[in-house]
């Protein structure tokens, strides 16, 4: 998902337009490519553990409004539905400032994966997903909600009574703060509530909480970042998959069957990133 939502993303890049309008020009335009060790969203690697290739580009009018897309390699979709590689997300908002120090930001965004497999009845829905969103920050610190507003939640299938897993939310506590001479240092704690997927005694609940900390070093031709970010995650990995209390974020290869990883523990991630 788009990378100022993914948990091991450090705020404060700097953009820089491509295209230089003219001095007076309300619009702008910001293409970005980027590359992770593994690529995370809110604390859950989507590659399995392995990198990611990023890009998007990014348009924003000085009225307040801004919209834009966003893409990158995953496995996750492959492996749980058969195939589908890439994500791609859409979003669009408004964003503006008042009383000095403080803003405020409203928008939607859709997290989309072309490509990818038929549901499997009984396991999974349609992983695409629409989220609202509102943030209020002040200074360096902004506080994030999500919520759901599509049927389903990633491919969450509902086990209380209810498929649907519309009205997920995720709350979040962001903060970034500009050190001088191109450093900057970053640190996110954040909380997912999955609706109407309860634990079981195979399964414990995909709810949780993580948080990450990091740097960022702006080295002029581009901005690497090192992150270390972790969940609070329950319940047991391994191979073959647990019996009992497995941790809802253990998954395998080759359709989800083998090579089984916890994508919810602790790692580190080192990103780079260009804004043209």
């Given amino acids: 998902m788009r990378k ?18 003219a001095a007076d020009s309300p619009h702008s335009f910001s293409p970005n490519v980027g590359v992770v060790s593994d ?9 399995h553990g ?18 834009g897309v966003w893409g990158s390699t ?32 409203v928008g939607f965004i859709a997290y989309t994966y072309p490509g990818k497999a038929a549901a499997i009845p009984g396991t999974n829905v349609n992983p695409n997903t629409n989220e609202v969103y509102g943030a209020l920050g002040y200074k360096w ?21 209810n498929n649907s897993t519309r009205g997920s939310d995720y709350i979040e506590l962001n903060a970034s703060y500009d050190l001088g001479g191109g450093w900057g240092i970053g640190g996110h704690y954040g909380h997912q509530k999955v609706k109407n997927v309860n634990a079981t005694a195979a399964t414990a609940s995909p709810s949780y909480s993580d948080w990450n900390i990091g740097v960022t070093k702006d080295v002029g031709f581009g901005t690497v970042g090192l992150t270390y970010s ?7 990995c391994a191979n073959p998959l647990p019996a009992a209390n497995a941790n809802a974020y253990c ?14 523990r602790g790692t580190v991630v080192l990103s780079f990133k260009k804004t043209f």
């Fill in 74 to 105: 995953i496995s996750w979709v492959k492996d749980a539905y058969g195939s589908g590689s890439t994500e791609i997300d859409y979003y669009g908002g408004y964003k503006n400032s008042f009383a000095g120090d403080w803003t405020y930001d």
């Fill in 230 to 236: 972790d969940t609070n995650a329950s319940g047991s």
């Fill in 39 to 47: 690529y995370l969203f809110r604390g859950i690697s989507q590659t």
């Fill in 50 to 67: 392995s990198a990611a290739l990023q890009g998007g580009v990014d348009y924003s009018h000085s009225s307040g409004l801004y919209a």
């Fill in 251 to 264: 998954w395998g290869t080759a359709r989800g069957t083998t090579n089984f990883k916890d994508t919810s």
């Fill in 4 to 21: 100022n939502l993914i948990a091991m993303a450090v705020s404060g890049i700097l953009s820089v337009p491509l295209v230089a309008a």
């Fill in 141 to 161: 610190v902004t506080l994030k909600y999500s919520r759901v507003v599509s049927d389903g939640f990633i491919g969450w299938l509902g086990n209380n009574g």
